[in-house]
């Protein structure tokens, strides 16, 4: 069975600056998907990234950027220089292969306060 | 494009009556429908997989009489809260993916947040 875990439950900064959302995963797969979402109070996901398992190359996008690392199956998400827009519950999820539909598997969630 | 929708947006209802929460893939038709469901302050928990023309697969613990799942359509599953009580109170996500070639992306609705009294 795979697992999502957010070990930080919830992370408080202040406006401006660097905050890591940590995310392991496990499974014994070698075909899976990464992703990152975020969820502000509306309720509604927004997809962030995704990431395939023979894709290990970093990414980045605007003040976001994603470390991903099969050697300690960690996948984790920076945001540089935050602002309150930014405060929501990050989800980090991890879905297999075709055989399994696909099904998300969600980590339980970083709540990010961005404090001005 | 890849939009899924979600009706009602919130819904309030007496204990002992049901619901209906519509889940709709606006502009791609989806392979299969997934429903989840979120308590405050809780991540999502996946309650069933549906596939069009079949039925749903049902996760452990989610008991598929008290939760009805049809996916009717390749744009539509409705999921069927019966005989709802206080602790089904929650915000109900659900998620469609297509076929090829992204057949691995799931489009989350808004959600539904169903309130019992």
């Known amino acids: 069975a795979q697992k999502v875990t957010q070990a930080q439950t919830e992370i408080s900064v202040v406006e401006k600056e660097d905050v890591t959302l940590d995310c392991v995963y496990e499974?014994?797969?070698?075909?899976?998907?990464l992703f990152w979402y975020k969820q502000p109070p509306s309720g509604e996901l927004v997809f962030l990234i995704r990431?395939?398992?023979?894709?290990?190359q970093n990414e980045i996008s605007g003040r976001y950027s994603w470390n991903f690392q099969k050697s300690t199956s960690s996948f984790n998400f920076t945001i540089t220089a935050s602002q309150v827009v930014d405060s929501a519950v990050y989800f980090c999820?991890?879905?297999?292969?075709?055989?399994?539909?696909?099904?998300?598997?969600f980590g339980k969630g970083t709540l990010l306060t961005v404090n001005p | 494009g890849a939009v899924v929708s979600q009706h009602p947006s919130r819904v309030i209802c007496k204990s002992g009556t049901s619901v209906k929460i519509e889940c709709r893939s606006l502009d791609f038709q989806a392979t299969t429908m997934f429903w989840y469901r979120q308590f405050p302050k809780q991540s999502l928990m996946l309650m069933a997989t549906s596939n069009e023309g079949s039925k749903a697969t049902y996760e452990q613990g989610v008991e598929k009489d008290k939760f009805l799942i049809n996916h009717a359509s390749l744009t539509l599953s409705t999921l069927t809260v019966t005989s709802a009580h206080p602790e089904d109170s929650s915000f109900y996500i659900c998620s469609a993916r297509g076929g090829l070639p992204l057949s691995y992306e799931q489009y989350f609705g808004p959600g539904t947040r169903l309130t019992v009294t």
């Open positions: 990431r395939n398992s023979f894709d290990e």
């Open positions: 499974t014994r797969d070698t075909t899976y998907y």
């Open positions: 999820a991890l879905s297999l292969g075709g055989g399994s539909n696909y099904k998300l598997t």
